[in-house]
């Protein structure tokens, strides 16, 4: 069965602290993964995604085929980076995501 | 502002009524759906369209109605309205690119059904 898992609901670090919001997915394919945020009130958008290997906003996510994870990392987290964060599987050409239940990220000042 | 739009951004109705839910889009693109954010189910696709006049169910579209006789417009009506579907409902569109690009989303609808 194709399924993404974000086992944490809620997660709460201070400024300052390291950040790994966890993705794990279930897919027997080749995976394309993704890492989509949303902020308070607004609408989700892509924060980055594994075929570009990139840092966007200091976050960073190495896919593991081996673990099947997809985990979201950031060094130093930023009161900013508040908001809901969901890992998400495209399973094919058509462009349809699987989201995982979505982790919301609380930094405290 | 160009983009992807959704209408109305906040709707109550009440049980066994039919609510239509607006989606356009001004980017062309082939790809459009309709997902549901509910807490603790993340975000769930009910429909999803390649093309004009060509659509297909998500994982929960029972309940659930589209259309898309124009590229840029993608309604989701809900045929009798049920308080399970009392949700945040969200658009996206994406273009025919390469498999890693990405979908752009609407504002969303939040809808509740008394």
């Known amino acids: 069965a194709q399924r993404v898992t974000q086992p944490e609901k809620l997660l709460s670090v201070f400024k300052g602290a390291p950040v790994e919001l966890k993705c794990n997915y279930s897919?027997?394919?080749?995976?394309?993964l993704f890492w989509y945020v949303q902020y308070s009130r607004q609408r989700l958008q892509l924060l980055l995604r594994h075929i570009s290997r990139e840092s966007i906003k200091g976050f960073t996510a190495d896919l593991n085929k081996g673990e099947t994870s997809f985990h979201l990392k950031k060094p130093f987290a930023q009161e900013e980076d508040s908001a809901m964060y969901y890992c998400?599987?495209?399973?094919?050409?058509?462009?349809?995501?699987?989201f995982g239940q979505g982790t919301t990220l609380q930094v405290k000042p | 502002d160009a983009g992807i739009t959704q209408s109305p951004r906040y709707k109550i109705t009440e049980t066994g009524r039919q609510v239509t839910l607006m989606c356009h889009q001004t980017?062309?693109?082939?790809?459009m759906f309709w997902y549901r954010q509910d807490l603790g189910h993340g975000l769930r696709l009910i429909y999803y369209s390649a093309a004009a006049d060509i659509t297909d169910k998500g994982e929960v579209s029972d309940g659930y109605v589209v259309s898309r006789s124009k590229t840029e417009n993608f309604p989701l009506t809900l045929e009798s309205a049920t308080r399970s579907q009392t949700s945040v409902y969200f658009c996206a569109s994406r273009s025919e690119g390469p498999v890693q690009e990405t979908q752009y989303f609407g504002p969303g609808t939040r809808l509740l059904v008394l």
């Open positions: 980017w062309s693109h082939s790809y």
């Open positions: 998400a599987l495209q399973t094919s050409n058509t462009g349809k995501l699987i």
């Open positions: 897919y027997s394919g080749s995976p394309e």
